[in-house]
């Protein structure tokens, strides 16, 4: 922007915004190990539930989650800040309740695309050919379509509640 008097000026509240998005270092980590913990939580109790497979393959399941959520939180509570620089509590809820979910979601999402193109690699191209990059595409786009349709339920009651309690939380830190 420019001033009358012809000089430049930033946006002073994309400036503030971008620097009140990062959050202390120690509390992320610690979010992180609570956030992920209480996502393998929610992934435990309802195979649990469902007296699902084996043991071995809800760990597997559990760590997914947990890895996850872990992952996830940084970036989720990175972006609700930012969205919520100098906001109303309701909208710093919203916020944190939206960016949290979809970054939880999208982690671990990716986390079993990784496990699902491991599986399939040995029937894959050779990597980096045009081909591999079609098949790693699809396979890739086989597994978000499958973590939506049967994963995303193992977040509820749980991870729900957790959630709601991260943005209540997260709404009333910001005061």
Known sequence: MTSRNGTNRQP???MGALAGAL???LSTLAGAIAWGAAMGAS???MLALEQ???AQKMRM???VFAAGGALGFPFGLILARFLSHRKRPDTAFAAAFLSLAAATVCATAGIFALDYRAYYAEWHDDPFTRIWFFQF???AAAAFYQFAALGVRLYFPIGFV???IASIWFARSLR
Do not use: C, F, G, K
């Open 12 to 14: 002073n509240w994309l």
């Open 23 to 25: 959050p202390p270092v």
């Open 43 to 45: 992934a435990l109790l």
């Open 52 to 54: 699902w497979e084996t």
């Open 61 to 63: 399941v559990v760590a």
């Open 137 to 139: 595409a699809y396979t």
């Open 162 to 164: 957790a959630l709601a």
